[in-house]
């Protein structure tokens, strides 16, 4: 069951301020309740600044913390008048106003009493009454006091339109005195300029402050969402007929004979680009991009249009090194690895392509050592940390990731077309991550005179990103490209190889079980796991039959074995308990199910059928597989290996974010000696398997990078986390710490480009959404030694039989061909 925080509202009087961080306005208050007030109590919140003597209103929820104790975890603060002469002198004397010490606020307070805080609203003027209050520090003191009412003010108003604490403070810092005017003026510019308020919390803010439900703002910030979220599905561009849906599903609205004005107002504006481009039919149809998509896959396709060019060498020479290499070093290239060799040494870009065990590696090693005997300066780059780490150790040359290579400055990289790299030739690995954008970035640094040499397995997944840059590339012909396809003899021995190439090519492999032979635990470097998770479709039906059991249990007086009244050989259809029976369980065994006293057994007894080496026949679920797997089988049977969840899916039981807590729970449960931090409802804890979810240059530390926190700071609420490959050390500070979350279990996406030693992969039905030939491959393919399939035979055919059909929209491949 969902758990719901009850909102508590505290009022009291600020009696000193901990802990105040000016950069987002984090801040530790030990507070005097009015309704309590001999206690005081531990407040958090973020506000611009709280002074002593303040008295608030505090919105939000008790919690315990695990060093701290009881804390009052504020979402709200509003400021009210100081509720005695006493806090009053003592909130002016806080340092609340330039000029005003403690003992100015008590000749004040003294001298007007009551009236102190309408004097200061609206006779300020008055203060030269006080003795040494003369007009030059009135000035400095009116100044103050204006500055805070602005500040005060805007806090207000922006909570009052339900903007949390946390981003009340980041958009007073931004706008300033401006931002009641900025905002009112139009809210949807909040989704624009601040990380993590997208269009629903702007588009509240903007209905809360009257905006209409059809108002132009209101519609071209729809269209401007669907655009950016169209990112998330890969696509570079929507059409009219796309994007009138979406905004109308969105806004629950029929727009469509508003869309195309907006459309054309806002291309006039130069808030998005239009495309024409021809559909399947050969009709030619406008689509709209955002300004940045479409003019990097312009760039991409312009500058890749340059780069087709031949470079001179000498073939002769470039043998007669192949031939001595081979004999000096024994290792043969097949004819398909010396002919991509041969011809990619004089290509100005070219693409490297195969399936694993086919030898890109061994290409790659002996390409760059031929550039180096060509006297040809080379550098390496793969897209993450992991891949980069790989590509170094296999090549034997020191390799970067591209943000890294290109050197992120500030908003952009420091490397482009003014400052391009000081290389003869630049070879990037797993370029099926290639998204367009950083494709765009990485040509721009790349020197007209620079050879660009791109490898990547275009069956993988395509990017997270916008575009299908690799496999566009391939399609347009305008770029060599050297596939490899052999597999060599000491790679046929690896049943993850084997059974990868079976998958990219559409046949269902015959994957071992371990109960079935257990001699695969340590034999083998590929098995399947049979094992079974409860849909939501059958989690109901057991809950139902289970509740209406109880019921009859408690009306009846039977005992808890006392069950054959409720089976079906009395009541056929279960109508004489007041239970319909649905005819997919028709053939449920009521008394079995009733009499069930685990989770697996309940699932048997609603399954037709059950493999006959499922996990379910000794009491194991598919989530009490992955977790045993994890926690107790892989470390018995190779112990010291990493091992990493690969999940289709973020949802479900056995999805990423679910896997998560059932692991950090086993793995690195609560305990006395160990720090936690609670982030929405994410819980870390030291020694936590993290990952960080999206690129922070400041840090940084980039979209997929994973390492393990190795330090929580409970007082200045921070975290440290180690970084694989290099263990580099990275400290977050409380607002940045959203950007991690658990990485016991990732989706496979998550996963392009790195390698693990040991891969679980749940394969159930569950995820049919997701069951796709290329991400099954996808995820087998990151495992080095081991990987273990946890669910059903007839999700894996499902899986293999399914080739993603969901076409990424790009004009990359159109725009390549119009430049030939």
Not at 610 to 639: C, E, F, M, N
């Given at each position: ?241 796309q994007i009138t849906s979406q905004v109308g599903e969105l806004l629950g609205q029929d727009l469509s004979l508003q869309i195309a004005s907006h459309l054309q107002t806002m291309e006039q504006e130069k808030s998005l680009c239009v495309r024409h481009l021809a559909d399947s039919s050969g009709q030619v149809r406008p689509c709209y ?169 275009a069956d993988q997944l395509p990017s997270v990103g916008a575009g299908n840059v690799l496999r566009d590339l391939i399609g347009s012909g305008r770029i060599p490209c050297f596939r490899l396809t052999t597999i060599f003899r000491q790679a046929r021995r690896s049943r993850i190889i084997e059974f990868a190439h079976d998958i990219n ?304 929209q790009t004009a990359l491949l159109e725009l390549l061909t119009e430049t030939a």
């Open positions: 069951m969902e758990k719901k925080r009850i909102e508590e509202k505290l009022r009291g009087v600020v009696e000193r301020v901990t802990f105040h961080n000016p950069q987002n306005g984090w801040s530790v208050l030990r507070v005097r309740p009015f309704d309590g007030p001999a206690d005081l109590v531990t407040v958090t919140v973020h506000q611009t600044r709280v002074f002593a003597g303040a008295t608030m209103e505090f919105k939000g929820a008790w919690t315990e913390h695990p060093r701290f104790g009881r804390q009052f975890r504020a979402e709200q603060a509003t400021e009210l008048k100081p509720s005695s002469a006493a806090a009053l002198e003592k909130y002016l004397g806080s340092g609340l106003i330039k000029g005003v010490g403690p003992k100015t606020a008590r000749r004040i307070v003294r001298h007007f009493g009551r009236e102190t805080l309408d004097v200061f609203e609206h006779q300020i003027e008055r203060l030269t009454e006080v003795e040494g209050i003369a007009e030059k520090k009135l000035r400095s003191i009116t100044r103050a006091w204006q500055e805070h009412r602005a500040i005060r003010d805007v806090m207000m108003f922006l909570q009052s339109h339900g903007i949390s604490t946390l981003f009340a403070v980041r958009i007073y810092r931004e706008y300033g005195d401006r931002a009641i005017a900025l905002v009112s003026e139009n809210p949807y510019r909040l989704a624009r300029d601040f990380y993590g308020i997208g269009f629903f919390s702007a588009d509240r803010v903007a209905l809360s402050l009257g905006f209409a439900p059809d108002s132009p703002l209101r519609i071209q910030a729809a269209i401007r969402h669907v655009l950016s979220a169209s990112r998330e599905q890969g696509h570079c561009y929507l059409t009219l007929e991009y955002s300004r940045t998509l479409y003019h990097e896959e312009e760039y991409v396709a312009t500058r890749l249009g340059r780069m087709t060019r031949e470079i001179p060498v000498e073939t002769r020479r470039i043998r007669e090194w192949l031939g001595k290499r081979s004999r000096e070093t024994g290792i043969k290239l097949s004819a398909q690895q010396a002919r991509a060799v041969e011809s990619m040494a004089g290509c100005h870009c070219a693409i490297l392509t195969g399936g694993p065990g086919c030898g890109k590696t061994t290409t790659t090693r002996t390409l760059v050592e031929l550039f180096g005997f060509l006297g040809r300066r080379v550098m390496l780059a793969a897209p993450t940390g992991r891949a980069a780490q790989r590509m170094g150790e296999v090549i034997g040359a020191e390799a970067k990731t591209i943000h890294r290579l290109l050197e992120f400055q500030g908003t952009g990289f420091k490397r482009n077309e003014d400052n391009p790299l000081d290389t003869d030739v630049l070879i990037v690995d797993e370029c099926s991550m290639l998204d367009i954008s950083l494709m765009a970035s990485l040509l721009r640094a790349v020197g007209e005179e620079t050879s660009l040499i791109l490898i990547g397995d090519n559409g046949h269902l492999p015959r994957v071992d079980s371990p109960f079935k032979n257990p001699d695969v635990w340590q034999k083998s470097d590929c098995f399947f796991i049979d094992s079974e998770e409860a849909t939501q479709q059958q989690l109901r039906f057991i809950a139902r039959v289970r509740q209406q059991y109880q019921t009859i249990r408690e009306r009846e007086g039977q005992s808890d074995q006392d069950v054959y009244g409720f089976d079906r050989a009395e009541t056929p259809t279960g109508r004489g308990y007041g239970l319909q029976i649905p005819e997919q369980f028709s053939h449920v065994s009521l008394e079995r199910l009733v009499t069930a006293d685990s989770a697996a057994e309940q699932l048997r007894a609603v399954l037709k059928k059950v493999h006959p080496w499922s996990s379910l026949y000794y009491g194991l679920t598919a989530v009490d597989v992955v977790r045993r797997l994890y926690a107790q089988w892989i470390p018995k049977y190779h112990p010291g290996r990493e091992v990493q969840i690969l999940c289709p899916m973020i949802r479900g039981s056995l999805g990423a974010a679910s896997l998560n807590r059932t692991i950090q729970q086993t793995v690195n449960p609560p305990a006395p000696d160990r720090p936690e931090l609670l982030v929405g409802e994410r819980t870390f804890r030291t020694g936590d398997r993290v990952i960080h979810r999206r690129n922070n240059y400041e840090l940084g530390v980039f979209n997929g990078d994973i390492g393990v926190i190795t330090g929580i700071d409970n007082e200045n609420l921070t975290c440290t986390v180690s970084f694989s490959p290099d263990q580099r050390e990275v400290t977050y500070r409380r607002e940045q710490i959203g950007e991690l979350d658990l990485a016991y279990a990732i989706t496979v996406h998550k996963a392009q480009g790195s390698e693990f030693d040991v891969v679980i992969l749940p394969v159930v039905t569950q995820h049919f959404r997701m069951l796709y030939r290329n991400l099954l491959y996808t995820g087998l393919t990151r495992a080095k030694k081991l990987a273990i399939f946890v669910g059903s035979r007839q999700a894996l055919a499902m899986a293999v039989a399914n080739r993603e059909s969901n076409k990424r």
